[in-house]
DNA sequence: TGGATATTTCAGTTCCTTCTGAAATATCCG
DNA sequence: CGGATATTTCAGAAGGAACTGAAATATCCA
């Protein structure tokens, strides 16, 4: 596929973002170009688009699937898979984050439960120490908790919560300054 | 500084999260251990507890500081620099939140408005595509505008607000069921 | 001032992830 | 079936981030 200018910048600096964010570069990139793109596209389409080698965008769709941020689709005619994406925003981050909790905050909170409980047994280890690793599962406990509950709001609705959220915190900052 | 077992499978545990989420595993595994600690500890204490080389501790800390989560104190009678961190972790929180988006949601607005004015302009980027760059770059806005007014917060404030936030998901989930 | 202690810098090494190209496998259709 | 096309797998190469140890620098105090 051919990509303007403003599109190649787009998909190089989603690629450099998700690097940051501990996503493999070409995995954001495939994401990118596939978000943007106004039809499904082939893995042969994408290789040489991005210029990364074929099995390469294999391994990067599977892993993508598996994030559920691409699909695979068919076009009639063509034997060929073409994957496609999600082209909603807000959708697209709910799902990253739902990922991101289920892989790693949801696990996390087992391992500090089992350190706590294990700290709280062991006279070694200080009260206040215990506290600390306490309040960081409560953290993560009450900002899971919160996300289960939003998590199946529409778009939307998610988006007035936002600003209901914006309001009230103007109305608290008039209240304390 | 000694680690108790539950201790140290805290630290390794925070290292790898870091290291998930694009932040170096030491320098992971230093906040963690400053966080427990129960007293500023000494780059040399960091070190040795760790088994990591001073050097790489000396970096870490550097980093660390950029980001506002150690601060170097001093101990009477003591030359040596001591190293602590906030042990509040809705501050700790929003200081990570705070430095990411400046580091890379500000910055990627900027990209983002530019790839947008851009390809308005050049006629060989269809319009649909245009228009899903500008959803993403509105999303990132919306995002970035709520945080802006929700930073400043004191987080007992925060926690009612994301109390509030659950309790409104539940209303509205209620009345689409 | 000079020796001792503490810290930083940095070139080179190590380690790990990512990427490639080739081969293997799967799928399709005449 | 068998040739053509499409996809996946995987061993090795490449690349890059992180780490180390040694040397340089800074700081302190007798």
């Given at each position: ?124 280890t200080a009260r206040d120490v215990v506290e600390r690793m306490a309040s960081v599962l409560n953290f993560l406990e009450t900002v899971s908790v919160w996300y289960d509950q939003v998590k199946d709001l529409p778009p939307p609705v998610l988006m007035k919560l936002v600003k209901l959220g914006a309001r009230v915190a103007r ?7």
């Open positions: 596929m051919d990509l303007t200018r403003a599109m190649e910048r787009y998909v190089v600096h989603w690629g450099e973002m998700g690097a940051r964010w501990g996503v493999n570069r070409s995995v954001a990139q495939i994401h990118a170009l596939l978000f943007l793109a106004s039809r499904p596209l082939t893995a042969e389409e994408i290789a040489e688009t991005l210029s990364i080698a074929r099995s390469n965008v294999s391994t990067s769709l599977k892993e993508l699937q598996g994030w559920g941020l691409a699909n695979m689709v068919h076009v009639l005619g063509d034997r060929r898979d073409h994957f496609e994406t999600e082209k909603d925003v807000w959708k697209i981050a709910l799902t990253i984050v739902q990922q991101r909790k289920a892989r790693e905050i949801d696990p996390t909170l087992g391992t500090l439960a089992q350190c706590v409980t294990e700290a709280k047994e062991d006279p070694a109305f608290v900052g008039r209240r304390r300054s």
